[in-house]
C-alpha cells in the first residue's frame, strides 16, 4: 500500500485504504513498451541481437499488452467500486449524483462480473445518460480487438499457423492468426527483429508497434470516456510517466 501504515497501538480509529491498481497497470504498460522499444532501438544500430534480450523483448511485449487490459478492467472496475460502496473521490456534484445513480442502477455484483468489459463501460455512459460509442469508433472497436488478442493469448492454445505465398481479397480467415492479421495488420509498425517471411501473427505482430499501440488506443478510449462523463482519470497525475518510447 502506497505509504499507508497500518494501525498503532494505541490508535482510536482503524485506517482504510483504496488502492488504485489501474494506475499501476498503465505505467507498468507504458514502462515494458519503452523496454521494447529501447531493444528493438539497439538492434536498428547494432544489427545484432542476443538470445538474451529476444527473450527480454518478448516479455516486455506480451506484458505491455497484458497489462493495458488490466488497466482497462481495472478503471470500471474500480469507478463501478466506488460507486457502490458510495465512495466518490474528486467529484463535484453533477459527478456523486452520477455515481450514485449507478451504484443504485447497477447494485447486482454477479451482473456486473459477468458483463463483458467493453459493455460495462458503455453501461455506465447509458445510466448517466451519456453518448455511447458507436461499434465502429477507432478506440472502441481498438479496445474489443485488444481484450481478443489478450484472451487468446491468455487462453492460448496451439494450431497450425499457414505461410500463404498469396491470398485473395475478401477469403475468410481460417485461423485466429489469419484473422488477427486481416484485423491489425495495418494499424502499427510490424516487429523489427521478426523475419519477413514468418507469419504475421505472431511474429512480425507483437513488437514494440503492437505494444504502443494497447496502450495509446486504451488511454484515447479512457480520455474519452471519462471526459464524457466529467469525471477525472485516476491515471491524470502522472500523465507525463506514460510516455511509450
Not at 456534484?93 to 451504484?103: D, P, Q, S
Not at 492454445?157 to 481460417?174: D, K, L, N, T, Y
Given at each position: ?29 507504458a514502462l515494458f ?48 467500486s466506488d460507486a ?120 512480425r505482430c507483437l ?39
Open positions: 500500500m502506497d505509504g499507508l501504515h497500518p494501525e498503532l497501538p494505541g490508535d482510536e480509529c482503524d485506517i482504510r485504504i483504496r488502492d488504485c491498481f489501474s494506475v499501476k497497470y498503465i505505467q507498468s504498460a513498451c519503452r523496454f521494447g522499444w529501447a531493444i528493438e532501438s539497439g538492434y536498428a544500430s547494432t544489427g545484432t541481437l542476443s538470445a538474451e534480450e529476444r527473450l527480454r523483448h518478448e516479455a516486455f511485449v506480451l506484458n505491455a499488452l497484458f497489462s493495458t487490459v488490466a488497466f482497462l478492467e481495472s478503471s470500471i472496475n474500480e469507478l463501478w457502490a460502496d458510495d465512495v466518490f473521490f474528486f467529484a463535484d456534484k453533477k459527478g456523486e449524483a452520477l455515481l450514485r445513480a449507478v451504484g443504485e442502477k447497477w447494485s447486482n455484483e454477479n451482473y456486473f462480473d459477468r458483463t463483458p468489459l467493453p459493455a460495462k463501460y458503455q453501461k455506465v455512459l447509458e445510466i448517466g445518460n451519456m453518448h455511447l460509442f458507436p461499434d465502429d469508433d477507432p478506440d472502441f472497436s481498438g479496445i474489443k480487438d485488444l481484450i481478443m488478442i489478450r484472451n487468446y493469448l491468455m487462453h492460448y492454445r496451439r494450431e497450425w499457423v499457414i505461410i500463404h505465398s498469396g491470398r485473395q481479397a475478401g477469403v475468410p480467415a481460417e485461423t485466429h492468426a489469419e484473422k488477427f492479421e486481416q484485423l491489425l495488420k495495418h494499424r502499427f509498425a510490424e516487429n523489427p527483429l521478426a523475419a519477413k517471411n514468418l507469419p504475421f501473427f505472431p511474429d513488437g514494440h508497434g503492437c505494444a504502443e499501440w494497447a496502450v495509446t488506443t486504451s488511454l484515447s478510449f479512457t480520455d474519452r470516456f471519462f471526459r464524457e462523463l466529467s469525471l477525472p482519470a485516476s491515471y491524470e497525475g502522472i500523465r507525463d510517466e506514460l510516455v511509450t518510447r
